[in-house]
């Protein structure tokens, strides 16, 4: 069940850019994402994966984005 949601989700961000992929612990960060906002989110992390020349994102790089988010509601 939950591989197929990881796929679910790497095939919804490879839609929006084949370029950046996600490893399996950068998606099992996205699998509490409700999916009517999961597709904001995808693009809001592959921006960031372009502004920082990332052409995969990590566990890592969800736990900064995640921090960024954070800091700009405050």
């Not at 906002?37 to 995640?66: F, P, Q, R, S, W």
Request: proline share 3%; charged share 30%; aromatic share 6%.
């Amino acid at each position: 069940m939950k591989d197929d949601k990881l796929e679910a989700i790497r095939a919804a961000a490879a839609k929006i850019d084949p370029s950046v992929s996600f490893t399996d612990d950068a998606l099992s960060s996205l699998t509490s994402v409700p999916r009517f906002i999961l597709g904001t989110v995808l693009k809001g992390c592959i921006a960031y994966a372009k502004e920082n020349g990332l052409t995969e994102l990590t566990g890592h790089d969800m736990d900064m984005l995640n921090e960024r988010r954070k800091k700009k509601k405050y």
